[in-house]
């Protein structure tokens, strides 16, 4: 995995960088750092990998990423977006940390899973952006300024958004949050959509809601169809069932709602993207062994998605898959269940 360095991204002279992305071609490569980061989502929306968890960003999103947190970046079909990076050394956050001590920040920001996202409004977004472009403006050997400018709003970005004291009181703690989110991954849960959501949420609607979009940058919609969009995405790669009959299962009962839906997280029709994936799994069980029966050696890959997939066909296939190329008289995986 690439690992980012503080000492090649960072003027030796100073303390923190700043870079303003106006454009996302495709993705970029899944890396950690050993420094901390803030970036806000300025313009638009993107796809946000972190620690194994996808998160929705739309514009206002402020992110604080610790050292050692994984994550990428991948364009939403449809949406551009800007957004501005700035990159802490190690040493000034922990200064700052250390001269407001321990209770200026609830626990949860260094210790959580997953990092800490907040949403601010437009005049606030546009207020950072004009802080940024202030910095811009310093005098490339006006260290001390620059220095002193970097401090300030570290101090500032980080007590305003993040500080113990600006939190909404009562806004709930990470942990009841993660439990939750964890629950919902269960397919029987996921799949009761809203309504399954906020029946096991310790908190009220509103509450949830103003919770998951500090927190995962996210509504409980947003959230909730990201879990069936993808389960959606593993059924069209594991079995042959019609588009629509994939779409009732995942939990959409509007079709063209669904594949708007799909086709902004995947950049593909759902149609589109199970050729993409390649023939559904059986069929590929099916041409292994008629290459098998026609004496070719050629192998039929798979891939972590095919064992991972919802389909319990996929359970047994690096199981039978060689029985079926040495001309083993099964006729179906199902002969197994």
Not at 64 to 91: Q, T
Not at 140 to 147: G, T
Not at 220 to 228: A, Q, R, S, Y
Request: hydrophobic share 40%; charged share 25%; aromatic share 10%.
């Amino acid at each position: 995995m690439l690992r980012l360095q503080a000492n090649d991204l960072i003027d030796p002279r100073l303390e923190a960088n700043y870079h303003y992305h106006k454009k996302l071609k495709y993705w970029t490569i899944e890396h950690t750092h050993d420094f901390y980061e803030l970036f806000l989502i300025a313009e638009g929306q993107v796809l946000h990998l972190v620690n194994g968890t996808k998160q929705l960003l739309s514009a206002g999103a402020l992110v604080f990423l610790r050292p050692g947190d994984v994550h990428s970046f991948e364009k939403l079909e449809g949406f551009d977006v800007e957004m501005l990076n700035i990159n802490y050394r190690v040493s000034i956050v922990d200064a700052l940390f250390g001269y407001l001590g321990h209770g200026a920040f609830p626990a949860g920001l260094l210790a959580d899973e997953l990092p800490w996202c907040t949403s601010l409004d437009a005049s606030r977004t546009a207020s950072t952006k004009k802080q940024y472009e202030h910095v811009m403006t310093i005098q490339p050997d006006a260290l001390e300024e620059r220095r002193g400018v970097d401090r300030s709003l570290l101090a500032e970005w980080l007590i305003r958004y993040f500080g113990a004291a600006n939190r909404e009181e009562g806004g709930g703690s990470p942990d009841w949050l993660f439990r939750l989110c964890e629950e919902m991954k269960s397919e029987h849960r996921f799949l009761g959509g809203l309504d399954e959501l906020y029946a096991r949420a310790p908190v009220g609607q509103e509450h949830l809601c103003r919770v998951m979009r500090r927190q995962l940058g996210v509504s409980p919609t947003e959230w909730i169809n990201e879990l069936k969009l993808s389960y959606a995405a593993n059924l069209l790669r594991s079995r042959d069932d019609s588009v629509s009959t994939i779409a009732l299962e995942a939990g959409f009962n509007n079709l063209s709602h669904f594949h708007a839906l799909f086709r902004i997280r995947f950049s593909l029709s759902p149609g589109a993207y199970r050729k993409q994936s390649s023939q559904p799994l059986w069929s590929r069980l099916k041409q292994s062994r008629g290459n098998a029966e026609a004496g070719s050696s050629d192998d039929v890959r798979f891939d972590r998605g095919d064992v991972g997939s919802a389909s319990s066909e996929a359970v047994f296939t690096h199981c039978t898959i060689r029985a079926m190329q040495a001309n083993d008289p099964i006729s179906h995986p199902k002969e197994f269940l």
